[in-house]
């Protein structure tokens, strides 16, 4: 049987290379938490407006698998069209007030930063049927799922009908059985 040391083995050359592969990070990047860097990217809508839209869109469409940026991606087309459309900046902006506002008076906090899921998923559920989620929701139906290169992460293996259909593709895969 093989003993490994617990401790790893620190050499001095490869510490200082990594020290020096570190120095050109700009802090600025580093003291940013990843969806604050991603939220950044919202000129038009503001950067709260995108963490709490991520959060969302996260919190409708939970993914473990999938990236922030896959979400990000289409929640863009909604920063793009309210650049264009004042009524559709202003059913977002008020959309997520109104949803911080309802989680501020619930859980004491804005909609983005209640820790646990489920609680986050009750505040969503009073909203649900305002035209603001309902836009969200139903443009991230699109956005996030016609996205080919999500598609492999969630098992889908694309279109069948140019390569004959599921009978010869995709029908017999199911190894439950």
């Known amino acids: 049987m093989r003993v490994l040391d617990k401790l790893p083995q620190v050499q001095r050359r490869s510490f200082l290379a990594g020290a020096a592969g570190m120095s050109v990070v ?56 309210s650049a264009k459309d004042a009524a559709l900046k202003k059913m977002i902006t008020e959309g997520v007030a109104e949803l911080d506002a309802q989680a501020k008076r619930r859980f004491g906090s804005s909609y983005a930063a209640i820790p646990k ?30 996205n080919k290169q999500v598609w492999p992460m969630l098992g889908y293996e694309g279109s069948s009908w140019q390569k004959g259909g599921y009978v010869n593709r995709g029908f017999n895969d199911i190894n439950w059985l």
Do not use: C, N, W
């Open 26 to 81: 700009p802090v600025t990047a580093l003291s940013m938490a990843p969806t604050a860097l991603h939220a950044a990217s919202f000129k038009v809508l503001g950067s709260q407006t995108g963490a709490t839209l991520l959060r969302m869109a996260r919190d409708i469409y939970p993914h473990d698998k999938l990236a922030d940026r896959y979400y990000l991606q289409a929640l863009m087309a909604h920063e793009k069209a």
């Open 117 to 146: 899921e489920a609680d986050r998923v009750s505040v969503l559920k009073g909203i649900e049927q305002s035209p603001f989620f309902q836009k969200i929701r139903g443009d991230m139906v699109t956005g996030l799922y016609d």
